[in-house]
């Protein structure tokens, strides 16, 4: 009785796209039940997550099978690549910006202590591309809240919440699997920037990183993780409160406008306003204030990590630097610097996912 | 062990969201291979009692047991043998019917192939084989309905409750669902729950019937047992082939029968309870060649809007 199914075949092109995407989606989900390891972690897991008075002999994994379905998803979705297209356009436009006015300072470039650092945080006074850490410290929250904003309301919305749920899994299983697998396709995203990036402005600058470049680049990128992990957690947050995919998404997008484009603008007139008299007090309090907001935290940690020779984050005074000798800070201790923000970035990651999960536990399944 | 013990089983189990009584001391007891049909206006509590017996709503009082187990300490035990299809049930619009299948086989705690050899082998059994590979966009409701029924039977279950399984489907598709639904409790001896509003469809496949409105079971037991504990005739149509022929004679010899009438040319036969049997081998015996014997149903339907009546009273009282 298969009747002719006219809609299937008038898109057929595009469900041929789909069939390939969901099979690299298929192919993804059954390497991440591959990993090794992981059935021996996940008791452990289970017992530090949930394993408060319930039954034992769960089955193995249940948010390593949803992280893997909704990773999976994910990666084979036009949001992924829409916004793979856009961000990376974006920074190889700034490396290549940046790779050019470098070339033309050549010497002063070699003088520098890691030139291939400078690609990403160099931005050319006369040229209106903002540096690679800019865009990344702009853009990167679109990251944590595509893959967030409709995770757990977008389940409700299809009626796929109860048949989830029903299932013999936790129901902490759903937002952690949901959280990991954003985690996990953001990470992906940014290591396809960063290799994109640093593939064309290798070829533009013609130098080549040095294995302390390799690492602080790792750990950029874990800072990076973090960052965009705090407005994921939040983008999750905001599907488990806010019934409707739309109202989570416009939600999380006016967060992230105000806090990022409006942050330093707002530390500004309020250290004005209620701020003490003088001056100093006054960027005091400012300096405090934008560290609240995340892309503070992020700019002033990647600063620190992409160079070496920034000493100090912060308010610094010209006595402070009176007779202070140039030089490069070793990884250990630029974080050092910055370890207060990196503690601080990580810690609102912890706290609006624990957010998030509380409140779906707390939920009513019934929409 | 005289019965094997209930699938299904409540004491005084009690529901408040706030001040509203969603469940009221409700007393429920479902053997395994029984078809148990819980009919009831919306809004009645239906949906409550079905997620307290999955163990997804905490009840405010009462006892619950699914399986022999409590699933409010024992949730992921009970949900792994109890296949639920919830109201309209969803499916990732995405995915194709089997990616779907295969994911609830996933969480089931199945293997890769494992998962992929059951999702075939159910999606046979609905009857969607050949729609298995399409995404689950394109499928109407009834092919969703059924493939719901699929994806509970994923983990084989002891226990399937459907909430509403009929709502939206053309009668062609119920009657697939319904049929679906009589085979596995007499096939497999699974314990089915099933809720709706219809009378009609609850009446045709379940062995048992209780009545739920506001929270309260009303009434419960057989179709028969409902009619005669409401004091409710029955009517039974009789249609022979000899239209002539005065069946008054016959009917009359059989105890129970108190009412005969005529209406053009079937009998009406007014009984305290089910008498189809008897009457068919009387007729025989004489001679006459039944053509149409059905029970009318209006005499439930009577007391299902009596009991909604009744509550419709109840609730303009306030």
């Given at each position: 009785m298969a009747a002719p199914n006219t809609e299937a075949r008038q898109d057929g092109r595009l469900a041929g796209l789909r069939q390939q995407a969901g099979r690299l989606g298929a192919r993804v989900r059954r390497l991440l039940r591959r990993l090794p390891g992981a059935d021996r972690l996940v008791p452990r897991a289970r017992l530090a997550w949930a394993g408060l008075s319930r039954s034992s002999?769960?089955?193995?994994?249940g948010w390593r099978v949803v992280a893997a379905k909704e990773f999976g998803d994910n990666i084979g979705s036009i949001r992924f690549v829409i916004l793979l297209v856009i961000i990376g356009l974006a920074c190889v436009g700034a490396v290549v910006t940046a790779a050019g006015s470098l070339r033309d300072a050549a010497t002063e470039a070699s003088q520098t202590p890691s030139p291939f650092l400078l690609l990403f945080t160099f931005a050319p006074q006369d040229q209106t591309i903002p540096a690679f850490v800019a865009l990344v410290a702009f853009l990167g929250p679109l990251l944590g809240i595509a893959f967030g904003f409709d995770a757990v309301n977008q389940e409700r919305a299809d009626g796929t919440l109860p048949r989830l749920i029903s299932q013999?899994?936790?129901?902490?299983d759903v937002v952690n699997g949901k959280f990991v697998a954003g985690l996990a396709t953001i990470g992906v995203t940014l290591v396809i920037l960063v290799a994109v990036t640093s593939g064309v402005g290798i070829l533009r600058l013609g130098i080549t990183p040095s294995a302390g470049d390799v690492v602080r680049m790792l750990v950029y990128l874990v800072i990076t993780l973090a960052y965009i992990g705090v407005w994921l957690a939040f983008a999750v947050l905001c599907s488990v409160l806010l019934r409707r995919a739309a109202t989570a998404a416009l939600a999380a997008i006016s967060a992230w406008l105000v806090l990022t484009l409006f942050g330093s603008w707002l530390a500004g007139v309020i250290s004005n306003v209620v701020g003490p008299d003088d001056a100093i007090g006054q960027a005091r309090l400012e300096y405090t204030l934008s560290q609240v907001t995340p892309s503070g935290l992020y700019d002033a940690s990647a600063a620190a990590l992409l160079d070496p020779s920034v000493r100090s984050v912060g308010l610094l005074f010209a006595e402070q630097l009176d007779r202070a000798v140039p030089g490069t800070l070793p990884l250990s201790q630029s974080m050092l610097v910055v370890w207060p923000q990196l503690t601080a970035l990580i810690a609102g990651c912890v706290v609006l996912f624990t957010a998030a999960y509380v409140a779906f536990l707390r939920q009513e399944i019934r929409a | 062990m005289s019965e094997p013990a209930p699938a299904i089983w409540t004491h005084a189990l009690t529901k408040h969201y706030g001040d509203t009584v969603?469940?009221?001391k409700l007393d429920l007891s479902v053997p395994p291979g029984e078809v148990f049909g819980l009919l009831g206006p919306n809004g009645a509590g239906k949906t409550t009692t079905i997620l307290m017996l999955l163990g997804l709503s905490e009840p405010t009082a009462g006892r619950v047991r699914v399986v022999g187990l409590d699933p409010t300490r024992s949730a992921i035990d009970v949900k792994r043998r109890v296949g639920y299809v919830p109201d309209s049930v969803g499916f990732y619009n995405h995915l194709t019917g089997r990616e779907n299948l295969q994911y609830t086989a996933a969480l089931n705690g199945l293997d890769r192939t494992a998962g992929e050899q059951r999702a075939a082998t159910l999606l046979k059994e609905v009857g969607l084989e050949e729609r298995a590979?399409?995404?689950?966009?394109?499928?109407?409701r009834g092919m969703k309905q059924r493939l719901g029924i699929a994806d509970a039977l994923i983990k084989n279950p002891d226990v399937l409750i459907l909430d509403e399984?009929?709502?939206?489907?053309d009668p062609r598709g119920a009657d697939h669902v319904l049929e679906l639904v009589t085979r596995l409790a007499t096939e497999r001896g699974v314990a089915i729950l099933l809720s709706s509003h219809l009378l009609g469809q609850v009446q045709a496949i379940c062995n048992r019937i209780g009545i739920f409105v506001r929270g309260k079971m009303v009434a419960s037991g057989t179709v028969d047992e409902l009619a005669a504990q409401h004091g409710g005739r029955m009517t039974v149509e009789v249609e022979v082939a000899e239209q002539g022929a005065d069946l008054r004679p016959v009917l009359e010899g059989i105890p129970d029968v108190v009412q005969i009438s005529r209406d053009g040319d079937r009998w009406l036969v007014g009984v305290q309870h089910d008498v189809r049997r008897e009457l068919a081998t009387r007729l025989a015996a004489a001679n006459l060649t039944v053509v149409h014997l059905r029970q009318r149903t209006e005499e439930l339907g009577a007391i299902y809007r009596r009991y909604f009546r009744e509550e419709e009273d109840g609730s303009s009282e306030h």
């Open positions: 002999g769960g089955p193995r994994a013999p899994i936790y129901r902490d | 969603a469940v009221d590979d399409e995404p689950v966009r394109v499928y109407s399984p009929t709502v939206g489907l």
